[in-house]
């Protein structure tokens, strides 16, 4: 199965991501590896501190701006709706909600990694 197929199969829209690039298949993988590293630079991890979720936001909005871009969905509507509790002041629902997501972006991450070797 290609990169492309795996990545469908993990809900990543990568039609639309493609359309973002006019159809450049080479960019748009590239830019999967800069995805990879903007996880493991910004990872988001649940024991962050509750009374001041500063450097949560920041990362989280990093990982889903790059998630946006490259229309990996379930990432980018999963840090979206966690950036609105961070935001909104209920860090706890959002940790809950990082717990959630964190398997499914382990996935994508190791998916793109196997291809990239």
């Known amino acids: 199965m290609t990169l492309f197929e795996e990545l469908k199969e993990l809900g990543v829209d990568v039609d639309s991501g493609l359309k973002r690039l006019a159809g450049k298949e080479q960019l748009y993988t590239r830019l999967l590896g800069s995805f990879v590293k903007t996880i493991e630079a910004h990872s988001v991890e649940p024991d962050f501190d509750s009374a001041d979720c500063t450097e949560a936001i920041e990362k989280a909005h990093a990982i889903k701006g790059t998630a946006g871009n490259l229309s990996i969905t379930p990432l980018y509507e999963g840090y ?38």
Do not use: D, N, S
């Not at 966690?82 to 998916?111: D, V």
């Open 80 to 117: 979206t709706e966690i950036l609105r509790l961070l935001r909104g002041g209920e860090p706890e629902a959002a940790r809950q909600l990082l717990t959630e997501i964190l398997p499914q972006q382990e996935k994508i991450i190791c998916c793109i990694k196997k291809h990239m070797e």
